[in-house]
């Protein structure tokens, strides 16, 4: 999210011009040095300070608690629980003992849940999106049915589809004529990733039809003189042009989907299926469940360092080539 | 109803292309709408049929569990509870987020890139990442202090509406940006003061982008379930929770689980697609540029 955000403002930077030019017959409400300077992080101020207290600081406090020994007895003062130095990483890492080993499984199940379900939604998304390009009878009313999953609360939807799922009077096993346990199990991993698919992909669909709207109308033009097709209009100018808004979109479905706990503690209620343990959800119950929260952190932390290098790598590759282009 | 967009080609698309989009939007359109349906006709059936085989139209009709589900559990207090929440979460994040678009979209300043960066980093992390520090923090501040944000409303506001922040704060910039600034300089010399421009030219403006914006931050606000669960008690419990729990208990009311899931679902999603064409003018003008 970052490269491309960040034009809007130095766009307008130029034009600014808040200090100075033609003479200023207004009254000052604001002292007139505080408004040169200090207005803008007077403005920020707020948004500033409520980060900062919900995410910033709750952050660097739950690095501090993956180095101590926080355990059930010392939440009402967590300041006096003992330091444990790294002890809750190496528990954490050591994949031969039981802890490890889970937090381990955990992760790949949620590797493999994350680029299908990022895979398939984007897949979903871009055909929706070209395909409804040109106008037709009844867009309009396709575009509000495939937004819908994404309006639609995720408890209820989730619920909804735990629903489906149930074996007994489930739509799911009425329609494949089978009894086969879905919320359980082996078959839990794909009820997992239909479910996440199925509320992922109309925000793919949105985000790559606001992508189409910006392409000019004239290259379309120019390629239709020339005698290109419409499949190949798609191939050459069409999923080229999307090419920074995919860097973005799949950038955040990939975030999004990782950190995906809604989904499983949703479909599965407490305690997810080995096949389906996300590690949102592996981390929740390991530290609510345990009560250990020390060792919780230490794994969340783990996380985010995972998911930091993640995104720093795509973002470096992804803009190296983009860079040229946009110079 | 939404805006024309520019037609790909000035010819007519060939069978090929009008058949495969016909088939695949088809398939697509079911499988949005699979869960919308289970939902809707479930609900509309006696409990013994929701047990049962599934059965894709109702033998027996009844709204029945339309009146039941507000007994059955404390719907409305939950409803009223999700309803304070997110109203109030999103009426916070919108003035705010107003507040620092229009600095950073307006002025130049130190530090305006670290503030972009920062705030939509805070984006990635996950959410199981500072619940339990939050949750510690506000126990904390509760013990010390007494302000009691652990268990009350007004700590899941203050947390839901920096939730919707940072991409609120990122889609109005690029609104903001979009409008002329001769526009607010005009009104400057007219003598209004900064904020006196931002109200009176650049927020009457921005309309439909401030509209998306609310919009993102009441669905964020009123579907969030991982904080509601550990953040709230008896009283300020929220729908998501109250939700889940209706429909793990042993025996589960499928038929009423299914119609305060529409019930709950109908406010979000009527406000969604009534204004969902800001929504993609917004993200067209703020992020895709």
Not at chain 2, 181 to 194: H, I, N, S
């Given at each position: 999210?970052t490269?491309?955000d960040?034009?809007a ?7 600014s ?6 003479p200023?017959?207004?009254?000052l409400?604001?002292?007139?040095r505080?408004?040169r ?8 101020l707020?948004a500033l300070a409520?980060?900062?207290l919900?995410?910033?600081v ?5 690095i501090?608690m993956a ?8 939440i009402?003062?967590w300041?006096?629980?003992p330091?444990a ?9 050591d ?5 490890g080993?889970e937090?381990?499984h955990?992760f790949w199940?949620?590797c493999?849940?994350t680029?299908?379900?990022?895979g398939?939604s984007?897949l ?5 999106a ?14 509000a049915?495939?937004?819908?999953p994404?309006?639609l609360?995720v408890y ?11 074996r ?5 096993n009425?329609?494949l004529g089978g009894?086969?346990f879905w919320?359980?199990?082996e078959?839990?991993f794909w009820?997992?990733t239909?479910?996440a698919?199925?509320?992922t992909?109309p925000?793919a669909?949105l985000m790559l039809?606001?992508?189409?709207q910006n392409?000019?109308r004239?290259?379309?033009?120019a390629?239709?003189?020339?005698g290109?097709?419409i499949w190949q209009q798609i191939?050459r100018i069409?999923l080229?042009s999307?090419a ?5 979109l799949?950038l955040?479905?990939?975030?999004w989907?990782?950190?995906d706990?809604n ?5 599965f209620g407490k305690g997810a299926?080995?096949a389906?343990?996300?590690v949102s959800?592996?981390i929740?119950d390991s530290?609510?469940?345990t009560?250990n ?5 230490a794994?969340?932390?783990l996380?985010?360092l995972?998911?930091?290098?993640v995104t720093a ?14 110079a | 109803m939404?805006r024309?967009t520019p037609a ?5 698309p060939?069978?090929?292309f ?6 695949v939007?088809?398939?697509l359109?079911?499988?949005?709408l699979l869960?919308?349906?289970?939902m809707?006709?479930?609900?509309v ?8 085989e599934?059965?894709?139209i109702?033998s027996r009709?009844?709204?029945?569990p339309y009146?039941?589900i507000?007994?059955?559990v404390p719907l ?7 309803l304070?929440?997110?109203g ?15 600095a950073?979209?307006?002025y130049?300043?130190?530090g305006?890139?670290?503030f972009t ?8 992390f996950?959410?199981i990442l ?7 923090i506000?126990?904390?501040i ?14 899941l506001i203050l947390?839901?509406l920096t939730?919707?922040l ?6 109005l910039?690029g609104?903001?940006?979009s409008i002329?600034?001769d526009?607010?300089e005009?009104a ?7 904020l ?7 927020v ?7 509209v998306a914006?609310?919009?993102y931050?009441?669905m964020t606000a009123w579907?969030?379930?991982?904080f509601a669960?550990v953040m709230?008690?008896?009283?300020t419990?929220?729908l998501?929770v109250g939700?889940?729990?209706y429909a793990?208990e ?7 689980v299914?119609a305060a899931s529409l019930v ?10 009534l ?7 917004g ?7």
């Amino acid at each position: 999210m970052t490269s491309l955000d960040l034009k809007a403002p130095a766009a307008g930077e130029a034009l600014s011009s808040p200090a100075g030019g033609p003479p200023r017959r207004r009254r000052l409400r604001i002292p007139d040095r505080l408004r040169r300077g200090g207005l803008p992080y007077l403005l920020l101020l707020p948004a500033l300070a409520l980060e900062l207290l919900i995410h910033l600081v709750p952050m660097v406090v739950g690095i501090v608690m993956a180095f101590k020994e926080l355990t059930q007895f010392y939440i009402r003062d967590w300041g006096s629980a003992p330091w444990a130095g790294f002890d809750n990483f190496r528990v954490a890492v050591d994949f031969d003992a039981p802890i490890g080993a889970e937090l381990l499984h955990s992760f790949w199940v949620t590797c493999t849940f994350t680029v299908l379900a990022v895979g398939f939604s984007w897949l979903f998304g871009v055909t929706a999106a070209i395909l409804m390009q040109e106008g037709f009878r009844g867009r309009g009313v396709l575009r509000a049915v495939f937004l819908t999953p994404y309006a639609l609360p995720v408890y209820a939807a989730v619920i909804t589809w735990a629903f489906m799922f149930q074996r007994d009077n489930g739509l799911v096993n009425s329609a494949l004529g089978g009894d086969s346990f879905w919320l359980i199990g082996e078959n839990s991993f794909w009820a997992l990733t239909i479910v996440a698919v199925w509320k992922t992909w109309p925000f793919a669909f949105l985000m790559l039809m606001a992508g189409l709207q910006n392409i000019p109308r004239e290259l379309y033009e120019a390629a239709a003189i020339d005698g290109a097709g419409i499949w190949q209009q798609i191939r050459r100018i069409t999923l080229p042009s999307l090419a920074p808004v995919n860097q973005v979109l799949v950038l955040v479905l990939f975030l999004w989907t990782f950190n995906d706990f809604n989904t499983p503690y949703l479909l599965f209620g407490k305690g997810a299926p080995e096949a389906a343990d996300l590690v949102s959800i592996h981390i929740y119950d390991s530290s609510f469940i345990t009560w250990n929260f020390g060792s919780g952190s230490a794994m969340s932390a783990l996380l985010l360092l995972f998911l930091l290098l993640v995104t720093a790598v795509y973002l470096l590759l992804t803009s190296r080539g983009r860079k040229g282009a946009d110079a | 109803m939404p805006r024309s967009t520019p037609a790909r080609s000035p010819l007519a698309p060939p069978p090929s292309f009008v058949w495969t989009r016909r088939i695949v939007l088809t398939l697509l359109a079911l499988f949005a709408l699979l869960p919308v349906y289970v939902m809707l006709s479930s609900s509309v059936k006696p409990l013994e049929d929701t047990l049962g085989e599934w059965s894709w139209i109702p033998s027996r009709f009844t709204l029945r569990p339309y009146v039941d589900i507000w007994e059955t559990v404390p719907l409305a207090k939950y409803f009223v509870n999700s309803l304070i929440v997110a109203g109030a979460a999103t009426v916070c994040s919108v003035v705010i987020a107003v507040f620092a678009a229009y600095a950073v979209s307006r002025y130049r300043f130190r530090g305006k890139r670290l503030f972009t960066v920062t705030i939509l980093s805070t984006q990635m992390f996950p959410g199981i990442l500072f619940l339990l520090p939050l949750f510690l923090i506000f126990v904390n501040i509760g013990n010390q202090t007494g302000i009691a944000l652990y268990g009350s409303r007004g700590g899941l506001i203050l947390t839901y509406l920096t939730f919707s922040l940072p991409f609120s704060i990122w889609m109005l910039i690029g609104y903001f940006s979009s409008i002329p600034r001769d526009l607010d300089e005009a009104a400057m010399v007219d003598g209004c003061g900064p904020l006196g421009a931002l109200f009176r030219v650049v927020v009457p403006a921005a309309v439909p982008g401030i509209v998306a914006v609310a919009v993102y931050a009441f669905m964020t606000a009123w579907g969030e379930v991982l904080f509601a669960s550990v953040m709230t008690n008896d009283t300020t419990r929220t729908l998501a929770v109250g939700l889940k729990a209706y429909a793990t208990e042993n025996n589960v009311y499928w038929n009423q689980v299914m119609a305060a899931s529409l019930v709950v679902s109908v406010p979000v999603v009527a406000g969604f697609l009534l204004l969902q064409r800001y929504l993609v003018a917004g993200l067209t003008a703020g992020a895709v540029k």
